[in-house]
């Protein structure tokens, strides 16, 4: 299962290099099917690869001008605090047993893994019905505004904060359409915000897991790795038809992980 595990660590990275993202909400289901890491420290690893894979993602596209700073800073300044706080006071008070439901206890673990598979549901249909061609040919300095992102960074800081997945299927729709970011700078800031929430949400972590570094450090590694191959083959297979076809795969795989769940 191990070997099987490194292997979807690389098509992780692999699957962010050519499609911009999605590959990153599979971390926690290899942490916790492949490689046998509890639900909650899986969404900790989660949020320190997730945050590297993106941080290296951004500054490619920095260097390219796909990055709106104003954009990323005024986000990422609402949904980063949100991460930090929930994972440093909010994650460690859940109990491990939460309630009990016609003698059918609902523990932390349980509750993670189905959350996680009802966002991956989310995520899944956002990338099938994928709307990426409607977005502003030129960026709209005048929409971007601190208070008209607010309450969506809080969202999309709670959602990474809980589950350790980036939430770039929530954030592209909202900068395309809330901020009027063409799609190709929405993608890049997209990434600098997912980098920032991660990895802050993984400061607010240390403390309260141990942490292999050595794995953790070797599957960053792979993931890494996996974006510079996935940038390659975008250059030669169509990203459009690819990023329906991975849906469909989350898809599947959330379904999988409820009824996994819900009958073990």
Do not use: Q
């Not at 949400?201 to 450090?217: C, V």
């Amino acid at each position: 299962m191990e070997l099987l595990g490194y292997i979807a660590s690389a098509l992780i990275g692999i699957s962010l290099g050519l499609i911009g993202g999605g590959g990153s909400i599979l971390t926690v289901p290899v942490m916790v099917y492949l490689f046998g890491v509890s639900p909650l420290l899986a969404t900790s690893y989660s949020l320190f690869i997730v945050g590297s894979t993106s941080l290296i993602g951004s500054v490619n596209n920095f260097r390219k001008g796909l990055v709106s700073l104003k954009a990323a800073l005024f986000f990422g300044a609402a949904s980063v605090i949100t991460v930090f706080a929930t994972r440093k006071f909010l994650v460690p008070i859940i109990p491990r047993e939460i309630t009990t439901i016609g003698g059918f206890t609902i523990t932390e673990s349980f509750l993670t893994m189905v959350l996680f598979g009802l966002l991956m549901l989310v995520a899944s249909i956002s990338m099938i019905r994928d709307k990426s061609g409607a977005g502003p040919e030129k960026e709209c300095s005048d929409c971007i505004k601190f208070f008209k992102l607010l309450g969506y960074g809080i969202s999309i800081g709670l959602v990474t904060g809980l589950l350790g997945a980036g939430g770039g299927f929530l954030l592209i729709p909202a900068l395309v359409f809330l901020i009027k970011l063409p799609m190709k700078k929405a993608v890049g800031t997209s990434l600098a915000i997912i980098a920032m929430n991660s990895l802050f949400g993984f400061a607010g972590d240390l403390g309260h897991f141990t942490i292999n570094w050595t794995f953790l450090l070797t599957i960053t590694g792979i993931a890494v790795a996996g974006i510079f191959v996935g940038g390659l083959l975008s250059k030669k297979i169509p990203g459009e038809k690819l990023k329906k076809g991975f849906g469909w795969f989350v898809l599947v795989m959330g379904i999988y992980i409820i009824f996994r769940e819900i009958s073990g």
